[in-house]
């Protein structure tokens, strides 16, 4: 006979709080608006259970995945149940036994649904087949694969259903907006905030301007609501934001348009992110013997994240101590900057003005402290040490991007790119790693991130220097070729990221290689017009690709 208290033999992730009690106080918690929710969804014995026994209660070992799904009942029930099953705040998750391990699948099986059953498919009703801007493309294979790139927007689509938002009586972990907007793809089923500006410049690419509008509106509610753009469309991502590109967004929205109406109506709305950034996320650094203001990126909460809940619970496990370097984001400052655009083409030269001088007081501070003159590139600043972190990582092109530097100095793309060539990162077959540093997390080499190497060709294609124009060109051909021919040679699908030494699917981090891909799609779709008629196809070495199945979610999961 099973011994009742002998601890389950089932394997499990090992990511046990280990006592510590995320209710207590001086922790930093999400999800206030949704209390009900909260210890379901953002921090719980639920969730630590589930996660801890994760080899069964876990649809591909991923956290993200539980926090995703539905309440097939009321939060408080739930919550309710699990209590009286299994206990409270005294339950010790890693000795709990194989009938407990057993009731838990049970639990989660009968009282969460399918994580990908909530959001509607949606057809965009700007969606057309042959998009002028695509009939431009020259080369004949690009032109083809555009037009597939062109019918993923139909897959990507989704549109909220009509579901009770009330914070009192939700069900679900999604952030409601009232307008359809496009998701990454993959895990990622709710709409994100900086993967949107890429998603944006292909749907522009694609003729689609209602589409843009949607999201751009949907992303004015959040600030709104939250003071803010949110990591991303679900209440557990209500501390975290991501870089800020609202502004960008409706940059290129309103090139696009010349909607004067839309622009007069959002303004408002950009300046008041704009002031959470200074409010909430700036910090002050000493440069040339006075305190300049600058911005970090960083969150307002300190418990582990609920969709990587076991990768962060891990991450401390032998940890007493650590120092966090301080990332100081760049492309806050040009949001200023293009806000005194934008305030310009509403006829208001009082805040243009205000703007314009906010970003060149801005750009003269951040030159003297991220620039590091001798490599021709800037570094991030660590604040404890009071010094550059002069390695290589791939935002070292953003000002270059975000056009943060003295733009009469046309050399200064060309003394980035040098660095860029002593440093070995453009050695590599496929395109431009992140960094040089093979730490098996998905932000480190070989991958390659769509959103870099874009900024990084945009930086030098409007860099001034026609020598850095020319480089951008062959850095744009190198970069679609290699994703032609991963998409052609992996499953026909187009990925998150690639291994820049391989040309595969990149890998590495805290979930599988995802499908979809929303900021790769747009990110291409944006250089094949932007190259249409003068882009060809590479010929690349070739690729096999062992990363082209695709698990569907199964209809009842853990399965009895």
Request: hydrophobic share 35%.
């Amino acid at each position: 006979m099973e011994n009742e208290n002998q601890a389950a033999t089932t394997t499990t992730k090992g990511c046990s709080l280990n006592g510590v009690d995320l209710q207590a106080d001086g922790f930093q918690r999400m999800c206030a608006e949704w209390p009900d929710l909260a210890p379901i969804y953002c921090y719980s014995k639920i969730i630590e259970a589930v996660n801890f026994w994760g080899a069964r209660m876990l649809f591909q070992n991923d956290s993200k995945h539980f926090v995703d799904r539905p309440l097939k009942k009321e939060a408080k029930k739930i919550v309710e149940e699990f209590t009286s099953t299994f206990g409270g705040n005294e339950l010790d998750v890693s000795k709990m036994n194989e009938q407990q391990v057993d009731q838990l699948a049970k639990f989660v099986r009968e009282n969460f649904g399918r994580a990908n059953g909530v959001l509607i498919a949606y057809t965009p009703e700007d969606w057309v087949e042959n998009p002028p801007k695509l009939e431009r493309i020259k080369d004949a294979e690009f032109k083809k694969w555009a037009k597939q790139l062109n019918e993923l927007w139909k897959e990507l689509s989704r549109k909220m259903p009509d579901l009770n938002c009330n914070p009192g009586q939700q069900n679900h972990s999604l952030i409601c907006v009232p307008q359809p907007f496009v998701v990454p793809g993959g895990r990622f089923r709710e709409f994100y905030y900086w993967d949107a500006y890429w998603i944006v410049k292909g749907l522009i690419a694609s003729g689609m301007t209602t589409m843009v509008k949607n999201m751009c509106m949907n992303f004015a509610e959040m600030v709104n609501r939250f003071g803010f753009v949110p990591n991303g469309g679900r209440i557990y991502y209500d501390k975290r934001s991501q870089p800020s590109f609202f502004t960008f967004m409706v940059y290129d929205y309103f090139l696009a348009t010349n909607d004067t109406k839309f622009l007069q109506e959002v303004l408002p709305v950009l300046e008041k992110e704009l002031g959470h950034w200074s409010k909430n996320r700036s910090v002050e650094v000493e440069v040339g013997g006075k305190q300049r203001t600058f911005y970090q990126y960083r969150a307002d909460s300190n418990i582990p994240r609920p969709e990587s809940f076991c990768q962060d619970v891990q991450l401390v496990t032998n940890i007493s101590n650590t120092q966090r370097k301080a990332d100081i984001w760049k492309n806050v400052a040009s949001t200023a900057e293009m806000m005194g655009e934008l305030f310009s083409k509403i006829g208001d030269k009082e805040k243009s003005a205000v703007y314009k001088d906010k970003f060149e007081k801005f750009r003269r501070a951040f030159q003297r402290l991220f620039y590091k003159k001798k490599h021709g590139v800037w570094y991030d600043f660590n604040i404890k040490s009071g010094k550059l972190h002069e390695e290589y990582y791939g935002s070292v092109t953003v000002p270059l991007f975000t056009r943060c530097y003295d733009t009469d100095d046309v050399g200064t793309a060309e003394r980035m790119y040098n660095r860029l060539e002593k440093v070995g990162v453009l050695k590599h077959k496929f395109g431009v790693p992140t960094s040089n540093i093979n730490s098996t997390q998905q932000w480190d080499f070989p991958n390659i991130w769509p959103s870099l190497a874009h900024m990084l060709i945009e930086s030098l294609r409007q860099s001034g220097n026609k020598k850095m124009e020319e480089k951008a060109k062959e850095l744009a051909r190198q970069w679609l070729s290699a994703n032609h021919q991963m998409c052609q040679n992996c499953g026909q699908h187009m990925w998150e990221k690639m291994a820049a030494d391989t040309g595969v699917p990149g890998v590495g981090g805290e979930y599988v290689p995802q499908i979809g891909f929303g900021w790769t799609n747009g990110g291409v779709l944006d250089l094949l017009v932007t190259y249409g008629d003068e882009m060809t196809l590479q010929q690349m070495p070739n690729v096999e690709c062992k990363q082209n199945a695709v698990v569907e979610e199964p209809a009842e999961f853990p399965p009895a």
